[in-house]
């Protein structure tokens, strides 16, 4: 039984983490976030100790190591702009992280973790977890035994509504969610690149602050993409279904059915990762890269554009 801290359990998706943990038949001594509305840790560790105050939680955790008691690993679920901060934290803690997505914001900070790694002899994990859905593990097989040189045409689009609390909250304020690329399309970006290879090309067609879009060419396709957390981008059939979200990807205009399995995946993250084989810094860099990119590059009118945008 490994020791878990976790920091910033108040979050949405601090339940799939502690889910995790307790599926793996592993124990949460502590937690930490600065919001106490964390009454679903009664349903998984109701004797873990909890904390508002970064201080106090830090010498609760040195205060573990110096008893023997020392945490194994620390997961980390808070603002995406906190991530590095709190990875490093778990390390010079003694403990191995395992950090949400978006790991960091800028490729930058990727190498500066490597560096940290290597002196501190832990492990830096992150979650991708779409690497281990079915549907997508067989997608990948089928490319990697594709022997045609034609490049695959491949349409992203994913619009999940949100409401006004968005802009206020600190998904809104780019510098600390990284805008909609990187808060709502990582996960995406990242099986993209995994399946087809490397970027070849970027390009921006729109950049606002409820969507996004633009055209990616990967070794293996090209990829026109569309983010939108606007429900008036949402397909009339979904609208008058009620529902608030809407995601697909055709490949040569064949869908990707992958819209069920997702439950799980927190879960076999944890148990590839407990095993040692869990996705690292160099795993999470490609899609960082990518949405780096599509926040600092100049919006332009040409090339291939997402048939939304054209319609």
Known sequence: MKNFAMIGVAGYIAPRHLKAIKDTNNNLLCALDKFDSVGIMDSYFPNADFFTEFERFDRHVEKLRRNGKGLDYVSIC???????AHIRMALRSGAHAICEKPLVLNPWNVEALMDI???SGKNINTI??????????ALKNKIDQNTST?????DLTYITSRGKWYDISWKGDESKSGGIATNIGIHFFDMLSWIFGDVQE???HLREKDK????LEFENARVRWFLSINENNLPKEIKELGQKTYRSITINNEALEFSSGFTELHTESYKSILKGE???L????SSIDIVYDIRNDAVKNNGEKHPILIN
Request: zero cysteines; aromatic letters at 10%; proline letters at 5%.
């Open 78 to 84: 808070t603002p995406n702009y906190l991530h590095d």
């Open 202 to 204: 970027s390009m921006v």
């Open 117 to 119: 790694e290597k002196e």
């Open 282 to 285: 160099l795993d999470a860099k």
């Open 212 to 215: 996004s879009s633009g055209y």
């Open 150 to 154: 034609t490049k695959f045409d491949v």
């Open 128 to 137: 991708l977890q779409l690497r281990l859905h079915p549907s997508i593990i």
């Open 278 to 280: 869990g996705f690292g």
